[in-house]
């Protein structure tokens, strides 16, 4: 039955061996059965139900090291969960061990320096919590429950993007345990070509226990959303795409067609400015030309609050499934399927999100990190969102058809924290022309795979 530790060839992992390993570990270890287990293997996305033979909560980077040599010497499989947003449930496994990092979530802020150092199991609300009393903020995503991990690993887009690039731009340095379940210090100048892969390269390479960021002098925004009716979708896109080409940097907007709490299809731009709120106040006007809105609510206000704005679009318990796709330009013709597939969504939780790649992420050198899409133009994001079980094939058919609608136009590509069960050519492709030298990096510090539940690249043999 699943829910018991298993080797990688399914023989059962003896008693003894594991109470060894728990008298041993100084963390908190669950098992199916132990009172925490079913919450501790609950992710926000519904449509996850995976049951770990052990749960490894822990507390340390000496902690880590102890589970991931311990799961190397049994031939264990083995997930790690920072903050468990990963839509494809990644943060789970069954039969294996999970390495849970979500009591290591510590935040260090040094004003002087404009630095943060962060455990890898903490939120952004975490960071957020310690930035702001200080004035400063590190450029991260863009709901407050998401795991500083996974999103710096996989690249890292929020509301500061255009201003201050992605959250692996502002990455400095990271702890990392190998597979070898050695504690890494890597940074430019020490594994230099691991401090490259981990920068948009995913979690292929190792736990990252420790980062170390970069913040900005960011305290009070003027942000919020502006709600237009459906009918003046395809009008409002086309202001998005030409507006944004020479938007002031301080200023990162989305995109999107979404349903209004009853149910009624709209289009909505949510926007973040990150300058002066006086500075900040003609573009709301403009917004408020394009079309006649239905809602407006953009003010100035706390950094913390901008990103908890979207929670509650993504509450624990909905099922979701979700697909990513760049376009070089967001055409017309673009914008007619996004308009016509979002019509035919067969859930009104359901939100389809266009993000503009300019500003401060194209003016990254392309070699500098792993991340490979500087230049990529605009991503369509389709998140499938429902709460009945039984509508789940309707739903992702209707995402794998929209996904496959935009493939005239695609740039065959897409976000890398987007991934789900796409096949192997497709992650491929969402590595890019970083893919070969991400293969040299993971053949180095992972020759045999110990790390692949991930976004994974195959190590060569």
């Given at each position: ?32 059965g ?16 995976k ?23 049994n ?8 903050g468990?947003?990963n ?5 789970l496994?069954?039969?294996g061990?999970?390495i849970?990092?979500s ?7 040094d ?9 890898g199991?903490a939120?952004?609300e ?10 400063l ?17 996989g690249?890292?887009?929020?509301w500061?993007?255009?201003?201050y ?25 020490s594994h230099?070509?691991l401090?490259?892969a981990?920068?948009g ?6 736990v ?14 003027l ?8 009918e ?7 202001f998005y ?14 995109v999107g067609m ?8 709209a289009?909505g ?14 573009i ?30 993504n509450?624990?318990?909905?099922h979701?499934?979700?697909r990513?796709?760049f376009v ?7 914008i ?17 999100l266009v993000q ?26 389709i ?7 039984a ?5 992702m ?14 740039s065959?590509?897409?976000?890398v ?7 192997a ?26 790390f ?10």
């Amino acid at each position: 039955m699943a829910g018991i530790l298993k080797h990688a060839d399914g023989s059962i992992v003896e008693l003894r061996t594991v109470k060894r390993f728990i008298n041993t570990f100084a963390g908190e270890a669950l098992l199916p059965g132990d009172a925490q287990y079913d919450a501790a293997r609950t992710l926000w996305n519904a449509s996850v139900d995976k049951r770990p033979g052990l749960i490894a909560r822990c507390t340390s980077t000496a902690d880590v090291a102890r589970v991931v040599t311990f799961a190397r010497i049994n031939d264990l499989l083995v997930a790690v969960k920072g903050g468990g947003h990963n839509v494809a449930g990644r943060a789970l496994c069954d039969d294996g061990i999970v390495i849970d990092l979500s009591r290591m979530n510590r935040v260090s802020v040094d004003a002087p320096s404009r630095t943060v150092t962060v455990q890898g199991g903490a939120l952004l609300e975490d960071v957020d919590r310690e930035t702001h009393p200080h004035g400063l903020a590190v450029p991260a995503g863009t709901m407050s429950k998401t795991g500083i991990g996974g999103l710096t690993l996989g690249g890292g887009v929020g509301w500061l993007t255009r201003k201050y690039g992605l959250t692996c731009d502002n990455l400095l340095s990271c702890e990392i345990v190998s597979a070898q379940g050695e504690a890494l210090q890597v940074d430019e100048a020490s594994h230099s070509d691991l401090f490259w892969a981990l920068r948009g390269g995913g979690g292929n390479f190792g736990v990252a226990t420790s980062f170390r960021f970069r913040a900005h002098p960011v305290a009070t925004v003027l942000g919020g959303v502006i709600v237009y009716p459906r009918e003046h979708a395809a009008a409002v896109m086309r202001f998005y795409r030409d507006f944004m080409m020479t938007a002031p940097a301080e200023l990162t907007a989305y995109v999107g067609m979404i349903w209004t709490p009853e149910g009624v299809p709209a289009t909505g731009i949510m926007m973040c400015y990150c300058g002066t709120p006086e500075a900040g106040e003609p573009i709301v006007q403009r917004l408020r030309t394009v079309a006649p809105p239905i809602f407006e609510a953009i003010q100035p206000m706390p950094f913390p609050a901008m990103q908890k704005l979207v929670d509650h679009t993504n509450p624990d318990g909905n099922h979701n499934y979700w697909r990513s796709t760049f376009v070089t330009k967001l055409s017309d013709e673009v914008i007619d399927v996004i308009v016509a597939q979002s019509n035919q969504a067969p859930s009104t939780l359901t939100a389809v999100l266009v993000q503009v790649f300019n500003g401060a992420v194209n003016q990254v050198d392309a070699t500098r990190t792993a991340f490979p899409h500087r230049n990529a133009g605009f991503n369509i994001g389709i998140e499938a969102k429902w709460t009945e079980a039984a509508r789940g094939a309707q739903n992702m058919a209707w995402t794998r058809g929209f996904a496959d609608a935009l493939k005239p136009y695609s740039s065959y590509t897409c976000l890398v924290n987007f991934l789900g069960d796409e096949s192997a050519n497709e992650v491929r492709a969402a590595f890019g022309s970083s893919y070969e030298r991400l293969v040299d990096v993971k053949t180095k510090y992972d020759p045999t795979n110990f790390f692949s539940l991930n976004q994974n690249i195959k190590p060569r043999m």
